[in-house]
Structure formats: structure tokens, C-alpha cells
């Protein structure tokens, strides 16, 4: 389990930083906008399938994902 969670952890900061890096944003700004929206618990929830994807899948699904919370 721990190392489960050791790569649910490391997912998530890959995400984080790929999303920072195509927007051009700041690491608090992304994380203020990843916890306004619920991201951090989706991709927390949906590790076994997301981390599966390519990263340019990744960020489209998080886009969506927030577009639809708005």
C-alpha cells in the first residue's frame, strides 16, 4: 500500500507540474485552482486509470474536468 501511495503521490506532482508548465503558471496558482475545482481528489481517485494515459490526455481530461465544475 505504501508504495501505492508513493505513486499516487508522484502522479500527482507530475501533473501539477505538467499543467504549470503548459499553462505558464505559477505552482501556487495551479494548486489553488486544483483544489478549488476538486482536481488533487480526482486524479487521487482515478490513479489507476489516468496514470495510464499520456500527459497531453492528462492535462485535456483536467481542463475538461474543471470547464465542467465552472
Not at 502522479?11 to 501556487?28: M, P, R, T, V
Not at 486524479?43 to 474543471?66: K, P
Amino acid at each position: 500500500m505504501k508504495n501505492k501511495n508513493q505513486d499516487i503521490s508522484y502522479f500527482i506532482s507530475f501533473c501539477i507540474e505538467q499543467y504549470k508548465n503548459a499553462k505558464g503558471l505559477d505552482g501556487a496558482t495551479v494548486m489553488e485552482t486544483f483544489a478549488r475545482y476538486g482536481v488533487l481528489d480526482y486524479l487521487n481517485e482515478h490513479f489507476e486509470v489516468l496514470h495510464t494515459q499520456s500527459y497531453q490526455w492528462i492535462l485535456e481530461d483536467i481542463d475538461e474536468f474543471i470547464n465542467i465544475r465552472k
